[in-house]
């Protein structure tokens, strides 16, 4: 991918105050726990369903319910129950995050959780995947995180239903986290958007996986958790709404 290296290539000059901001961000920054309850539910449509559906969430801080008060508010519970609504159905749901987690843990983490299944588990409709954080402020190379992708959707594509899809959420915007200083928000900024690049085109390139990119307004304190850092329950809300609405939007088009 053209430029995927520009954002070290900027940042290398710049490493002694990018480093000392980092560190400083973190020492500030109010640490928020994981959600504490039970990471799975149901959702059902207040009209009658007609349908049912198998939503799996695997992914860092939004979906282990960091900024919000349960994995109810989070982002799994959270795009289940806007499913549920649109399309008249019970949306059965189960959240597999961890707050700090890189794309390089689901595959480890997915192995553990299948074998606690006692029987193979039924197909999944939706599979959402939101990553992207945790690789951009580490710096991950664009090479690993391409090939780390490729090996972790080709074994959830096996995963799916004939109608299943795998949503690929899109990278934060991280120049615009109150949480950062400037010029260690652009930076990241320009990271996450090399990630994101990534999860386009791998999504342009599969049958049965979709990107979404990344809609709330993060800008709007109303929408940010108290550390500035992560959407509060209105944030993932509003971007539960908007992932189901261009899912389903979008799916028609597979």
Sequence with gaps: MKFSYLPELVAAPLYPLLAWQGRRTRAVTPRLPEASDLAYGVCVSASAPVDKLRVLGIGESPVAGV???NYEEAITAQLANALAGKLYATVEWQALGQNGARLSWARQALAAFRQTLAQASPAWDVILLAFGVNDTTSFCSARSYRAELQSLLDELQTMLGPAG???LAGVPPMQVFPALPSP?????GMKARVLDQINRDMAASR???LHLPFT???QDARQMAEDGYHPSALGVSIWAQ????????????K
């Design 67 to 69: 900024g919000v008060a």
């Design 242 to 253: 908007e992932l189901a609405k261009t899912f389903l939007q979008n799916r028609q088009e």
């Design 216 to 218: 709330a307004k993060l």
């Design 207 to 209: 049958q049965q996986v």
């Design 165 to 167: 899809f795998v949503i």
């Design 184 to 188: 260690l928000r652009q930076i990241l």
